[in-house]
């Protein structure tokens, strides 16, 4: 079994008229393959580090997705993709959402020592009996 991930031919045609044309300097390494990488250590949850050989440097992975966040291109390539529309089994977007009790922030620390001492006399009292 494979656990690394690819752009198909189809995909990396639909991004490549959004990647940046405007490099200098050195041309950038193929950008399927780096792009792909970056999929794969975001996909997996995994450490930059920890991304297969295949992918090339992992340095490369990591300054591109860096370089390419701050300039907003994956921002930019991300609001072009969802605006093309298409069935909504092709636009997913993964969130999870924990829901807390009021009080399980805990209490208001205060600046002052009378402050934090109602706070330690507060947590001691249980103010929140669930």
Known sequence: MNDTFWLSDQQFRRLQPLLPTDTRGVAR???RRVISGIVH???TGGRWVDAPKIYGPKKTLYNRYVRWAAKGIWA?????????GGPPEDVLIDSSAVKAHRCASGGKKGSSPGDRALTRWTYNQDPCPH
């Open 41 to 43: 250590v975001l996909k």
């Open 76 to 84: 930019d390539i991300f609001h072009a993709l969802a605006s093309a």
């Open 29 to 31: 390494v193929d950008d």
